[in-house]
Nanobody
């Protein structure tokens, strides 16, 4: 069982920057995909950005050019650097990882969520 612990949420003004981190309790074997999701009350959780074990990153159109996802396998941590933040970026941000192993199986884990509030 992999545990994911997020940190770095908080309050930021529009146009500001904020960084999130997600640390895993153990290393992963096989292929995997890290991702950030976000959710606002009354809406479904939506994907924001993802990065695979081969380093390929993908972003939702709403954050392209403003958010950067990265990972550091040495410390089992994924990051989300957010800049030019907008009111509509306000949400609870969740860390997610999907781990693909033989025979094939897929295991999925979620963090507890961290609040990001963009407000003046």
């Amino acid at each position: 069982q992999v545990e994911l612990v997020e940190s770095g949420g908080g309050l930021v003004q529009p146009g500001g920057s904020l960084g999130l981190s997600c640390e895993a309790s153990e290393r992963f074997g096989g292929a995997y995909v890290w991702a950030w999701f976000r959710q606002v009350p009354g809406k479904e959780r939506e994907p924001v950005a993802a990065i695979s074990s081969n380093g390929n990153a993908d972003y939702d159109d709403s954050v392209k050019g403003r958010f950067t996802i990265s990972m550091d396998n040495a410390v089992r941590t994924m990051y989300l650097e957010m800049s030019s933040l907008k009111f509509e970026d306000t949400a609870v941000y969740y860390c997610n990882v999907k781990i693909f192993q033989k025979p094939p199986t897929m295991s999925e884990y979620w963090g507890q969520g961290t609040q990001v509030t963009v407000s003046s």
